[in-house]
């Protein structure tokens, strides 16, 4: 199938507007390469160090005739997504060994839990977060010893600072290795009404808490399709996992087999190996085009609209949100996994999955065939699907139906015609918005707006009952200088409540939210942001404003909104407490939302 017009007038643009920058990595990229291995560089010394506490394997690493791959670690136990990376450096040393290999942890960079911190002074910290990944994990690369890298990440900021440290030392090969998402707990939908219920006192303390404990139950990704699933998502459309990794459960024989897999395949791709492929060649504007194709397809979370851009950047590809519009349109929505629909990423999977959706989207012209991944050149390689024979790692081809068409379905028949993400602009600036979930006669909304500088406040003024008629609530000074850019995710059951009631209501912000932001239409990410003297400054009580979806249009309908000045807001208690006062210096250096809010790029 010829590629789709929109699909290579996209590339193409982007492409050229990245020429400068992208011819600049490959140069970098090149000498870096010309070196040669790695720990030729290293004096006697140099290695000694490196090598002093590897027992067996030292005279091998001594030598260095055998690849030497280096683990790059988010392991924690607080994030149930990667509790199981606490076992995979044994696994990966066992796999190294039958496979001739050595191999190191590099070193570990942070992960939080947004799950743990949404609503809390410790969300300002996560969007922050992802640059200081990105720069822990290119310390742990700066030793300089390995021939490829294996980086175990699945959440939120976790896989967009790895790709960024990655990108940097696009030199040398990298693999991606998940942990994959937890058993199924109770249904999502059973889950929210829970939630909506204790917003409005219907349901007890003990009543949610059971609920919550009940869906987030074991090891695991967290199984609605958020940022972490999203994540899984595009590292396997952007070719950096193994073909069908990305949703097989932990602790199971089948996801131990794809870890061993990775280190054989990691090893192969090395310099050293028989198929180098530096992960700077990987990721090209084509990689970055089919993972935007991928996100749209499936319903994924709207912080990849920001998380995307700082990734690029890092390998010298530019990428605009004019481009994630205009692949939106193109892409057909064909999956409906929570908040987008009632199944979870199990179901998904269990339908067909990614294996399924990539051929589709290959067979319509929608991706890129001829990407390169780390399994091979093209992707035709991501229509199979992994299964044990006889004990045995191999894969087969994919489902070519789907086997549940409620979750998944073709090309031809999607559940809509787009993507489902929006571009919005107007006199308050320029975000976006994620209508997939959200029902078309709410596409459109215009009421009066109440504005608010913190998420508290419209949680006290709903308690208060203020809210009675439609509103379009905006929460500004939300954006990465006033407070780091923290989710605003603990809105969505307020806000649905207010919807449940009959009520037409909007949240508008320079602030985020998950990729669970659900039924609710929220214009985020708008920049300029408050605290840069952005137009939602502007805004006062009762100003009438109109968010259309359909038209791409987010405005303030008043006359003299032009003429008035922003009004500053005191942020001092931004400022300190859980941290915040480290991160000083990313507030005041951070770039705009719309070219991915980042401090190192």
Known sequence: ??????????????????????????????????????????SCGNQAHAYAAMGETKAALAEAKVPNLGIVTAYNDMLSAHQPFERYPDLIRAAARKAGVTVQVAGGVPAMCDGVTQGQPGMELSLFSRDVIALAAGVAMSHNCFDAALYLGVCDKIVPGLIMAAATFGHVPAVFVPAGPMTSGIPNDQKSAVRNAYAEGRATREELMAAEMASYHGPGT????????????????????????SFVNPGTPLREALTAAAVERAAQITALGND?????????????????????????STNLVLHLPAMARASGVILDLQDFADLSEAVPLMAKVYPNGLADVNHFHAAGGLQFLIGQLLDAGLLHPDAKTIAGDGLSAYRQEPVL?????????????????KVVRPASDPFAPSGGLKLLTGNLGRGVIKVSAVAPERHVVE????????????????????????????????????????????LTPTLSVLQDRGLKVALVTDGRMSGASGKVPAAIHVAPEAA????????????????????????????????RAPVTADLSANEYGIGRELFAAFRRNVGSADTGASTVN
């Open 447 to 490: 009421a009066p707006a109440r504005i608010f500088h913190s998420q508290e406040a419209v949680k006290a003024a709903f308690k208060a009952g203020e809210f009675t008629s439609d509103t379009v609530v905006v929460v500004r000074f939300q954006g990465p200088k006033a407070n780091g850019m923290p989710e605003l995710h603990s």
């Open 276 to 300: 180098f492929r530096p992960v700077g060649e990987i990721l090209d504007e084509r990689a970055y085009v089919n993972g935007i194709v991928g996100l749209m397809a499936t319903g994924g």
């Open 222 to 245: 967290c199984t609605f399709y958020g940022t972490a699933n999203t994540n899984q998502m595009l590292m396997e459309v952007m070719g950096l996992h193994l073909p069908g990794a």
């Open 532 to 563: 840069a003297g952005g137009p939602l400054a502007k805004l006062r009580d009762g100003d009438m404003v109109r968010l259309d979806a359909v038209a791409g249009t987010l405005t303030a309908l008043v006359p003299d909104f032009d003429s």
């Open 1 to 42: 199938m010829p590629l789709n017009p929109t699909i290579a007038r996209v590339t193409d643009r982007i492409r050229a507007r990245s020429e400068a920058t992208r011819d600049a990595y490959l140069e970098r990229m090149g000498k870096a390469i010309s070196n040669g291995p790695v720990r030729a560089h290293l």
């Open 389 to 405: 024979d006889g004990g045995c790692l191999v894969w087969r081809d994919g489902p070519k139906a789907s086997l549940n068409d």
